[in-house]
């Protein structure tokens, strides 16, 4: 059988080069996949850079923001903190180079389905070794991973994630959630060597991968990461069909948690408290308890929000060109050290790069069955994964591939019932 390359293929193969070191752990300390990865992100550039009409060539306006946020940040990245400030914020730009690759593909997204399955099959391998020790070795693990040591290189060497797979679970469930209630869609998505009788296979990996991401997030003892888990299962059930009875109920669910907030936290927390007694939950549980109860932040609550306003201050006192400095930030939110080191216009930017997506879907999924709620609960979680926590490159994949494949495949389905309906075959 004779192998036809095209440059859309080596640019996928680039695209799976740099997501196998986002993705598998035991990558994550080798510094020739640090290499190999930033010699196909230059490979796939100068690809797209070729193309008559490539988007290097004819930027769309993500892409000409993505521009000026790169090189910006580049330069006084390079000025204020020289080349080490620079290789420190490659998670970042990896990151965002994942948005180059949907941007370029916006209009034939589902050439990237390779790269989609590609990205299940690593996660599930990932969240199933990591979850494995969790249950059989060491609870505390993923919490152990938090700071890089020996220790951390030796776990990760196994296999095993850390809080990159946490968040980056919480941030594929809305999507996953969407495909294993609405299995159709996953046949838009799958390989065409899965046929039938096979064709339930990307089936089944979906599922698998939807319940033991949940059961991963549940044992991770970030305690931010399960509210998140919550907040974005809630979102895309309770939103499945947009009604107007449902509206109204959220609504209403909405402002009763908004007056009784401290009071419903405080039930909650004190419900919950008998059943963490031996995690790490447990002096979150604390720590949350004491501060609702006495009115200020207090244990590891305060920590984290002395740095969230660390940031926000110094982002007041230099709204427009921010600080620049990375010593000065709290370093526990990305979009808030943002704002706080570039000023308001990057910092706006930056959350424009990272949410376009989730809105556009928003108006073009409006009347398609569990299309707001996959939406909405994706930009919730973008938002409560960076605004509370620092980025990481695999973030990238999910945010600008995995979403629009899903959204893609969302909106085909809705118009295949839509011309199904009218009797108008189809195209």
Not at 126 to 137: D, N, R
Not at 158 to 166: E, F, Q
Not at 273 to 302: C, H, I, M, Q
Not at 306 to 332: C, E, M, Q
Request: net charge positive.
């Amino acid at each position: 059988m004779k192998l036809a390359f095209t440059s859309n293929s080596l640019q996928n193969l680039c695209v799976l080069v740099v997501c196998t070191w986002a993705l598998i752990p035991q990558l994550a300390y080798s510094n020739l996949a640090r290499m190999l990865s930033v010699v196909a992100v230059g490979v796939w550039l100068i690809i797209e850079l070729a193309r008559p009409r490539g988007i290097i060539r004819r930027p769309t306006l993500p892409i000409l923001i993505l521009l000026f946020f790169v090189f910006y940040t580049l330069i006084l990245e390079f000025m204020t903190h020289g080349a080490d400030g620079v290789v420190s914020r490659i998670q970042l730009y990896i990151m965002l180079f994942f948005l180059l690759v949907q941007q370029a593909n916006r209009n034939d997204i589902t050439s990237l389905r390779s790269v989609f399955w590609f990205v299940i099959v690593a996660t599930t391998v990932a969240v199933t070794t990591t979850y494995l020790y969790l249950y059989t070795v060491d609870a505390r693990v993923m919490r152990t991973l938090v700071r890089s040591t020996e220790a951390t290189q030796d776990l990760t060497d196994k296999g095993i994630g850390g809080y990159s797979l946490a968040y980056g679970a919480i941030l594929m469930l809305p999507g996953l959630i969407v495909l294993s209630l609405r299995p159709s869609l996953v046949g838009r998505l799958a390989p065409s060597a899965f046929s039938w009788p096979f064709s339930i296979v990307p089936k089944l990996l979906i599922w698998y991968l939807t319940g033991v991401s949940i059961l991963l997030v549940l044992s991770s003892q970030f305690a931010i990461a399960v509210i998140a888990l919550i907040v974005c299962m809630l979102i895309v059930l309770l939103l499945w069909k947009l009604t107007g009875a449902r509206v109204f109920l959220v609504t209403i669910f909405g402002f009763i948690i908004l007056f009784f907030m401290d009071a419903l936290l405080i039930n909650f927390f004190l419900f919950l408290a008998p059943f963490v007694e031996d995690s790490n939950y447990a002096l979150k549980v604390n720590d949350l308890l004491v501060s609702l109860r006495g009115g200020a932040a207090a244990g590891t609550v305060n920590d984290r929000l002395d740095r969230y306003v660390r940031s926000f201050i110094l982002f007041l006192d230099n709204p427009v060109t921010g600080a620049l400095y990375y010593t000065d930030v709290g370093k526990h939110s990305t979009i808030l050290d943002t704002f706080a080191r570039w000023g308001g216009v990057l910092g706006a930017m930056f959350v424009y790069l990272i949410s376009f997506q989730q809105i556009r879907a928003l108006n073009q999924l409006l009347f398609v069955r569990g299309g707001v709620g996959m939406a909405l609960a994706a930009f919730v979680a973008v938002m409560m994964v960076f605004g509370l926590n620092n980025v990481f490159m695999s973030a990238g994949v999910v945010v600008y591939i995995i979403y629009p494949l899903v959204f893609n495949a969302m909106a085909q389905s809705q118009l295949r019932e839509s011309e199904a309906q009218s009797g108008v075959p189809c195209a």
